[in-house]
Each structure stands twice: as structure tokens, then as C-alpha cells.
């Protein structure tokens, strides 16, 4: 009797809600949550990919290459509920993984487990040098590699700028370095670092005369002794407008300012950090820049990611070479050069690139609407958490859709009204639960997944208290002189 009685009630509910406002809701379409159906198939126990809830939420590899973006304010859970359980899970798998961990809260709870899974453990970390690898972005380098050395350079000054200035002073300044840093492959690859770089723009002067002979004697292309190309561009730089060539070498010298930093150029002088093996041996590297000062060093990320991309891209990897995932925080603050096309192109490489943004404006802001537009393109998933700012969860509710409604006032009459729904308005969306957050996909449809922070999963919780690995104990040298030579 107790079932029957609540059974009624039910009913009864049910029916309140579409009598409610004394309208009968009669036929309800367009935007819906995915079913049962759809959730087995989208999150099936046999998928390796990414783990996006922290329990029983696991994509597919396939979908964890097409990339994801996070929407989280700091506090939300995204490194609870999301990073560090996805690095755990994949621990077990064939691959090799890239962490921006401004706290370092990732590399103290997850590096001990992986150590144990036999990945190599790497740091960049340029307040703790003894634990930390050392990197050089023109690491194995040289004058066949003129298109690296152009998409590095373009990244210092990209990096630092982006799309602030009109694009002729952002080029100039673009042209000495690439002059210079060619100059160094040219002739001296093993000096080809920023710390010599910056000595060189350091000694420009007001119009570049001091380097004339250096350049003379460096430009030289050892594959083609009869290419003078290299020479004549500097001459041509060198002889422009006297405001304009000093602009240029003003917008080096600022772009490379952290350069005077001793611990920068001790972390950048060298490089140990093995970019190019990344795919043969199991590799987490894990970037601790301090959170306080993360704009000083968004240059260093930022070149970082340009020779990441560009290595993973050099080739189709081989059946037998390792997938790769990035989980990289607070990507609001980077700017990658030629990212719009990267991102569309490097997961036909095995590549899975999570991105972590407090909202979707920080795109825009960064690149620009048209760059914006395109980098967006190149995301197939996003994972969104409560606390949203407007243009964030209005945009998302847009994605999500609206719910088309036809009701009419009683059960007599005649006539129809219709109404659109958002199927989630934007404060539903700004006040999720605090376990929470809304799954989007591009082809699939959306969700609401409950997350399990690392701490409330035993497993997890359990593999975090092992002790974090030991890295790199090379002794430090400070060295005072930059060693030029001219």
C-alpha cells in the first residue's frame, strides 16, 4: 500500500510541474541532455582517455586527441578533481605527459607514484636550480634548422607582446634576432642559447655598427659558403630608419630582459630537459614557476610550449612511439605563436592538450576574435565548473542550445503556445554544484558528471602519499660572464 500511495504522489508531482503557472506542457523539443545510451557509449569502461571527473568518467583516446578545455575559477576543483586524478590514471598507461604546476602542488602528490610506474621525472624550476633540468629552446639546433630558429625567435617577442603592437615593430625587432641567432648556429651552434643572444642584443648598440664584423665573419652558412643572404639582411636592417631601428632593438632588449636574471640564464644556458626523447621513454615534466611570479616567467612557458609543439609535429609518430597528454594550467596567460593552426593540426600527431582557462574571454584577449575563433575550432570537449564569469556561461549556455516548448493553459482549451528555453541559462550554469561540472562535446550531447575529488578516492588518495621523486642534484655555477664571442 506504502508503494501504491508513493507511486501517487509521484504522479502527481509530475503532472504538478506541467500544470505549473496552469499551463500543460504537451511537447518539449530541440536541446537535451545526452541518456543512458549515450553516456555508455561516450564514457565506456574500456576507454584509456582522460579522466574527467576524477572517478568513472573516462573518454577515449580519439577524444581525448581532438582536446579539451577547462573553464574553472582557482578553488573550483580542477586540479582535484580533474589534473591530478587524469595524471594518476594514466600512469598506468604506454604514454609520456607535460604539466604547467604554477603551485607545485602536482608534482609534490603525484611524482613519487610515477616514479614508481618507471617514468622519468623532470622539473623546470628556476627558484629551486639544484632539483631543477635545464632548458634550451634551441637545443639540438643548427644551420639546417633555420625555420625552428625563426618560430623561437618569433616566440620571444610574441611572447612578450603578442598582438599589442602594429605588426612592423613586432617584425623588426623579429629580424635581429633571427639574424643573430643564425649567425650563432652558423657558426658556433654549441653557443646557440638565449644567454648569448641577449649578450649580443645587450652590445647592439644605437645602430649596429659593433656587430658589423661579427656579423660579417658568422653569417656565413656552413652548407652553402656562397649563400650571403644572412649578411645582406642584416645590412638591410641596419641601415633603416634610425627611430625605427632603435625601436626594434628596444623591443629585443625588453623581450629578453629576464635574461639578466642569474638564475634564468643558469636554467636557460644548457639544456638537459631531452624534449626530442619525449616519445621514446616514459617522461612527466612537470613547469613549477612560482604562481607569485608566473608573468615574469610566462616567456620561458611560452617558448616551452613553441618547441613542444614543434617537436611532437616533426613526425607521424610510429605505432611503437608514445601518446602524449598536456595538462596546461593557466593558459590564459600564454600566448603560443601560430597557435590557431597548431591546435587544429597536433592531433593527428597523438597529442592531447587539456587546457585550463579561468574563462573563455582570456582567448580573446590574448589572440584576438579571428585567432580566438579558429583556436576554438580545435577543441572538441569542454569541461566547465561552477563560478563562470557572464561572457563565459552565456557563450556556453549559447553551445548547450535551447529547448523549443509548446503548452497551451488547461486540459479544454484549444489553444498552443510556444516558447524557447535555454536548456542551461547561464546562472544554472554559474551555480553549479560544488561537486559538479558540465561536460560540452562538439558532436555529442552535453551532460552534467558529479566529481570526485583525489582525496575522497581511496586509490588516489593512497597513490598521492607516496613521497615525491627526487630530480635532477647537478651542481649550480652562476657564471658571471657571458662569454661573447666577437
Known amino acids: 500500500m506504502s508503494k501504491i500511495i508513493k507511486d501517487t504522489f509521484s504522479s502527481l508531482l509530475s503532472l504538478g510541474s506541467f500544470v505549473a503557472k496552469k499551463k500543460l506542457l504537451l511537447q518539449e523539443q530541440g536541446a537535451r541532455f545526452a541518456n543512458k545510451a549515450e553516456l555508455t557509449s561516450m564514457f565506456s569502461k574500456s576507454n584509456k582517455g582522460l579522466l574527467i571527473n576524477g572517478n568513472d568518467k573516462r573518454l577515449s583516446l580519439q577524444d581525448s586527441f581532438e582536446h579539451l578545455a577547462v573553464i574553472a575559477k582557482p578553488g573550483s576543483g580542477k586540479t582535484t578533481a580533474f589534473i591530478i586524478p587524469s595524471i594518476l590514471e594514466l600512469s598506468s598507461s604506454y604514454c609520456s605527459m607535460i604539466v604547467n604546476d604554477p603551485s607545485g602542488e602536482v608534482y609534490q602528490l603525484t611524482s613519487g607514484h610515477l616514479a614508481s610506474e618507471g617514468y622519468r621525472i623532470v622539473r623546470l624550476c628556476p627558484e629551486d636550480l639544484p632539483s631543477s633540468s635545464r632548458f634550451n629552446p634551441f637545443a639540438g639546433l643548427d644551420a639546417r634548422h633555420t625555420i625552428e630558429i625563426e618560430q623561437i625567435c618569433a616566440s620571444i617577442i610574441l611572447s612578450k607582446y603578442g598582438a599589442d603592437k602594429e605588426p612592423v615593430w613586432n617584425e623588426g625587432a623579429i629580424s635581429i634576432l633571427e639574424v643573430l641567432s643564425k649567425c650563432l648556429a652558423y657558426s658556433q651552434p654549441h653557443n646557440l642559447n638565449l644567454v648569448e643572444l641577449n649578450s649580443l642584443v645587450l652590445r647592439f648598440g644605437s645602430d649596429g655598427t659593433g656587430l658589423d664584423d661579427w656579423v660579417a665573419e658568422n653569417s656565413i652558412n656552413p652548407f652553402d659558403p656562397s649563400d650571403r643572404s644572412l649578411w645582406e639582411s642584416w645590412l638591410g636592417l641596419t641601415t633603416s630608419n634610425e627611430k625605427m631601428l632603435s ?20 636554467l636557460m644556458r644548457s639544456d638537459t630537459i631531452d624534449l626530442q626523447n619525449i616519445r621514446n621513454e616514459k617522461t612527466i615534466i612537470y613547469l613549477n614557476f612560482s604562481e607569485s611570479k608566473q608573468a615574469y616567467y610566462q616567456f620561458i612557458i611560452d617558448l616551452f610550449y613553441v618547441r613542444f609543439l614543434s617537436i611532437v609535429m616533426d613526425h607521424k609518430p610510429a605505432a611503437n612511439e608514445l601518446d602524449i597528454f598536456g595538462f596546461l594550467d593557466e593558459m590564459g596567460n600564454s600566448y603560443i605563436n601560430d597557435f590557431n593552426i597548431s591546435i587544429n593540426n597536433v592531433r593527428k600527431y597523438r597529442v ?5 582557462f579561468q574563462g573563455i574571454s582570456q582567448l580573446d584577449d590574448k589572440y584576438g576574435p579571428q585567432k580566438a575563433k579558429a583556436i ?7 569541461l566547465i565548473f561552477r563560478g563562470g564569469d557572464l561572457d563565459t556561461n552565456t557563450e556556453f549556455s549559447n553551445v548547450i542550445g535551447d529547448r523549443a516548448i509548446t503548452q497551451r493553459e488547461n486540459f479544454t482549451d484549444i489553444r498552443r503556445t510556444h516558447e524557447r528555453m535555454p536548456l542551461l541559462a547561464p546562472d544554472r550554469l554559474r551555480t553549479l554544484g560544488s561537486n559538479q561540472a558540465v561536460f560540452i562535446s562538439t558532436y555529442k550531447q552535453p551532460t552534467i558528471v558529479d566529481c570526485m575529488k583525489y582525496f575522497e578516492h581511496g586509490d588516489y588518495s593512497r597513490l598521492t602519499k607516496k613521497p615525491p621523486a627526487q630530480t635532477s642534484k647537478a651542481s649550480v655555477t652562476l657564471d658571471f660572464d657571458t662569454t661573447l664571442r666577437l
Not at 626594434?248 to 635574461?259: E, G, P
Not at 592531447?352 to 585550463?356: G, K, P, W
Open 376 to 382: 576554438k575550432a580545435g577543441i572538441g570537449s569542454y
Open 352 to 356: 592531447s592538450l587539456s587546457l585550463v
Open 247 to 266: 625601436s626594434y632593438v628596444t623591443i629585443c632588449k625588453t623581450a629578453l630582459k629576464q635574461l639578466n636574471n642569474q638564475n634564468i640564464r643558469e
